[in-house]
């Protein structure tokens, strides 16, 4: 015998959490990265009574938004989120403003207060579209129980795009507990436009005629193994630069894969990419613009006479227009830029930044995922990765810190057969170090390099940068992580991950070998 | 010689950050919890060329917004926020969310890109108004560097209301660079609105013609001596019942004072409080209602019949209107409701939440400010608390958990020589356990105990009140806290603050009163 839906009343045949959870099966969606609260404890109870659905607890609601962000980007397909009102949306935020900037598919669904109790501001009550808002252009809030099915098919739409998007499903908490409607149907998913005949023929002669004056820069969902072969062989026949949006959610590298060059983070580094171009054709990415802005300095980073053409918007379908755009040039498919290994560290060598990045590099095994949070750290490893063995590259899209380690844990639940290797500065960890937790209790295969500089260190480089003068002492100690010292090792073993520290290159080199033969997650603090 | 108050520009006399600087330490704000970016750099230096303002870092900006409230509920003034664009201010959105409940007055300031930046769609680039509105029903956006000024003034005035709010200052980066014009005036604080004696003496005959079938609740900024004097010789003279906003932001307690009852939690218990009445008064204090909605219950708590006055708004004088209601009563102004202590725990008792609560309320110092987070504990520790010492009480405003540690800090900082002891659940605390750390590097005279029942306990009751069925195997995971296990020693000391962990009544009692004796900041883990 089933187990009755709900024991407040047995005549409800199906609540609309059960309905809710059916339709996002039904499309696929069998993931839920969650911190409930009592609004959502019908979807919670659901999950005994309808199987197919995987639960992850996150001690922390950044924790599930980043999650959702990593699996997303891994499998190209939603994960749910199952947060708790406006203040549990608001500590996803930051982390689904990253997946936002992603352009990840995701359904986040939150509980709202029952209907009739929204008048009353009681303590929990909050402007819930008003916090969705901030990260999702598409936010729905349900109106009956009955039309659960059919709006969870319309989020999961929302959701996939193109090109993929934060999609928020508030749900007063009666219609989950209430009768459903039926359970909704499989979503139609819009298809991505493509470039036409005639713009790729265009373009194909202004590469030809340009050359080295012309390039092509790409993004989305493009930085893969078919991109790829797709650029080298433009790249080939016509001599324009290859670049790729440093902001790409998920990039193919390492070696035996062609390498276009990632745009620099400092504007003046990235204007001297660009120098001399006259013409860029975007593929799936926008005009690269500066991070930051600083004092007497434009945000546009390409040339001011430079032409831009559009092959491939960010829901256009980049790939077509790469290998149609290549099929332009009479090149035989063969790759022609093939990397060594990156040599490995000596023992002798003190730890820095650079002999971590050759120790990962020298040790990463093929299909490893990396998930790249080193800030500060990451201009000294991110160049040698080209020389990895083949890997997928996951950076922070949004630059909102606090997003490398959930990212890690959906990484590792969307692919459980390769290892996800977090590389995470010391600041930025600590935003969402509760992702450690969920790693341990879903024994996920994640090696966690913490670069402890203890320091904002990307913040003494940006305060020279906006003019704001010499570093005071006070001022000081707001870039400063140390007094006290954090201890990543005791960090780790108090959410229930296995750690250690390493102070010399031959610790660090061992240590990191040693994390990538575990099952499971490990932990290594790198003291620099 | 003045060091120049920019790189950029040295003609340049006075920075936008430098004149926010000003203006806030001329109106008395020289507390600044933060946690910023690169857009607030400016401010950051300033804080060394204009001497005045305590900069207190957050590793996470749920730490800071926290503080703020604690400090506010305090100091009854703002402290400042200086937080990073959208994101940043996302991650703080939970704390300000309890802090608007508990109208806290906190000066909200957050950078966003220069203003020629924001058409970029930069990966950083966000509505951070849209972000702040969530929280701030007050929220401005800095149009010139001669405004700065003039605008900070009016920020000041419209978080210190009343009743006080987050007010949000948004700050574009060249506002923070460029010259700024004059440094602004003192804030003009509104004043609170009175009751007229006819309404006063009108309350006065209802309360003493209905006696126990009428009732004052109090709030706000109301439960503090001169208020509970004052209801004490209301209920004496009358014979009405008093009760307290079991959300009130800040309550005195403790031996020797008068103790209204507090508002239950849940609806049936406050129900049964509220039984009978046919008349309430309020006081800074809104009609009661349930905190969350059940199935097939209503969400008020008072008698359908019962009547309601509001004698102070929440922006009204509560202090006044107690007190001249009380002068309608000729009642002599003793005491007449006094406490014995609590007994001391004995070492054979087990560990539970009523013998921790016991040896806290035995331990507790005079003046000592307790930060509750306990959630599904506090119902056994909360009613002792009258048998302690005299201290204030602060609990979650706004029912957003992640509140507590944050809290302790900013009460601390506030009150330097007093003992803070934040009462904390551990699935609560790891919300934001960040703050531990910011207790450490600031030396705050804080005790931490967490009720470590490895669960998130209360919704296990909120299961089972929203009707949602017996808990399988996959909803039971959801709530349970274990596999593995947090280790609260290791990750407080991870964090820098010394810690131990108590399994018998014993090892707790011994462990907190060597914990009161230190100074700084300790915790204990009581495991249950």
Redo the contacts between chains.
């Keep these: 015998m089933r187990?009755?839906?709900?024991?407040?009343?047995p005549s409800v045949k199906m609540t609309g959490a059960e309905c809710l959870l059916r339709t996002l099966l039904k499309n696929g969606v069998n993931v839920c990265f969650?911190n409930?609260?009592?609004?959502e404890?019908?979807f919670?109870?659901a999950?005994?009574?309808v199987s197919g659905?995987r639960?992850v607890?996150g001690?922390?609601e950044?924790v599930c938004s980043g999650a959702a962000d990593g699996y997303a980007r891994m499998t190209r397909k939603p994960a749910a989120t199952l947060l708790h009102l406006?203040?549990?949306l608001?500590?996803a935020?930051?982390n689904f403003?990253?997946a936002r900037?992603a352009r990840s598919p995701i359904v986040n669904v939150v509980g709202d207060?029952?209907t009739?109790?929204q008048?009353?501001?009681?303590?929990?009550s909050?402007?819930v579209p008003?916090?969705a808002?901030?990260?999702s252009d598409w936010v729905r809030v349900a109106g009956s129980g009955s039309e659960m099915g059919s709006l969870a098919t319309k989020t999961v739409e929302a959701a996939l795009g193109p090109p993929g998007q934060v999609a928020t499903l508030i749900v007063p908490?009666?219609f989950s507990?209430n009768e459903a409607g039926e359970v909704g149907g499989a979503a139609n998913i819009a298809s991505r436009a493509r470039a036409t005949t005639g713009d790729l023929e265009n373009a194909a002669s202004i590469l030809r005629e340009l050359g080295p004056a012309a390039a092509v820069l790409i993004g989305g969902e493009t930085v893969v193994d078919a991109g790829l072969k797709a650029a080298e062989r433009i790249a080939k026949g016509s001599g324009a630069r290859l670049f790729y949006d440093r902001?790409t959610s998920r990039s193919a590298l390492g070696r035996g894969r062609f390498a276009p060059q990632r745009v620099a983070y400092f504007p003046e580094k990235a204007e001297a990419q660009f120098k001399g171009l006259r013409h860029v054709m975007l593929i799936e990415a926008?005009a690269p613009?500066?991070?930051?802005?600083y004092?007497?300095r434009?945000?546009?980073l390409l040339p001011d006479d430079c032409a831009v053409t559009v092959l491939a918007g960010v829901a256009g379908d980049g790939i077509y227009a790469l290998e149609a755009l290549a099929d332009c040039f009479p090149v035989p498919k063969f790759a022609f830029e093939r990397r060594d290994r990156v040599h490995s560290v000596h023992s002798q060598e003190s730890l820095t930044t650079e002999t971590i990045g050759r120790a990962i590099v020298f040790h990463l095994p093929e299909g490893a995922i990396i998930c790249d949070e080193m800030v500060s750290s990451s201009e000294a490893v991110v160049p040698l990765l080209g020389m990895a063995n083949q890997h997928d590259f996951l950076p922070?899209?949004?630059?909102?810190i606090?997003q490398g380690l959930p990212l890690a844990v959906g990484a590792a639940v969307a692919c459980p057969d390769r290892k996800v290797v977090a590389l995470e500065a010391d600041?930025s960890g600590?935003?969402t170090?509760?992702a450690l937790?969920t790693m341990?209790?879903e024994k996920l295969n994640v090696t966690v390099v913490i670069f402890a500089n203890r320091r904002y260190r990307i913040?003494d480089v940006?305060?020279?940068?906006?003019?704001?003068?010499?570093?005071?002492?006070?001022?000081n100690?707001?870039?400063d992580?140390g007094?006290?010292?954090?201890?990543?090792?005791?960090?780790a073993?108090?959410?229930?991950v296995e750690a250690s520290r390493a102070t010399t290159t031959r610790e660090f080199d061992d240590q990191f070998q040693a994390t990538l033969k575990a099952n499971g997650p490990r932990l290594v603090e790198a003291v620099l």
Aim: aromatic share 8%; net charge positive; proline share 7%.
């Design positions: 187990p009755r839906a709900t024991q407040y009343n969650m409930p609260g009592t609004s404890m019908q919670v109870a999950l005994d009574r659905m639960p607890l001690l922390f950044g406006g203040p549990g608001g500590n935020l930051a403003h990253n900037k207060h029952a009739a109790h008048a009353f501001d009681a303590p929990l909050a402007d008003a916090f808002r901030t990260v908490a009666d507990w902001n926008k613009v500066s991070f930051f802005a004092p007497g434009k945000s546009t922070v899209t949004g630059g909102s606090g600041g600590m935003y170090l509760q937790w341990a209790r913040l940006e305060m020279k940068r906006t003019g704001a003068g010499e570093l005071g002492p006070l001022a100690q707001m870039l992580l007094r006290p010292d954090l201890d990543w090792v005791k960090l073993e108090g959410l229930g």
